[in-house]
């Protein structure tokens, strides 16, 4: 099955790039790339005009809409 989910950035000298996909008790998946992007834009929208987040030492980016494929694995 194909869902959607927010996918998190940062980038700064200490850490360097740090990459993963949000979760609060389980991932945040969307059905639509449009219920994500604007998911985003309501908690995430902030960033963008926040300088002082995306400057070091956060690094902040604003989250992307990145497609998966959740897979059942049987162990």
Partial sequence: MS???VWWASHN???GWKRF???DDDPRLFR???EAREFI???????RNRADLRAE???WR????VK????QVNL
Wanted: net charge positive.
């Fill in 57 to 59: 030492p956060h690094g």
């Fill in 68 to 71: 998966v494929e959740v897979v």
């Fill in 13 to 15: 000298r200490l850490d």
């Fill in 3 to 5: 869902f959607w989910v």
């Fill in 21 to 23: 996909i949000l979760w």
């Fill in 41 to 47: 834009e309501q908690r995430y929208g902030y960033i």
């Fill in 32 to 34: 639509t790339r449009r």
């Fill in 62 to 65: 604003v989250p992307r809409a």
